[in-house]
């Protein structure tokens, strides 16, 4: 005899493990976008420093 209520356990159990597999799908996928598509440049940092391109004076002094 077909035992139906295990059968209905291991099919939930087999939709959870296919939900479980495509999140982990998106998330890499969304991963490797992110690895693609960096900026290529840090931020933008404004100097107010008198002199900018010059050595800077020692600052320990």
Do not use: N, V
């Amino acid at each position: 005899m077909i035992d139906t209520k295990a059968m209905a356990q291991q099919l939930e159990q087999a939709r959870r493990a296919r939900i479980e597999a495509e999140t982990a799908y998106c998330d890499i996928e969304e991963l490797l976008w992110d690895m693609h598509h960096q900026q290529t440049h840090g931020p933008r940092i404004a100097y107010a420093f008198d002199g900018f391109g010059r050595q800077l004076a020692d600052w320990s002094h």
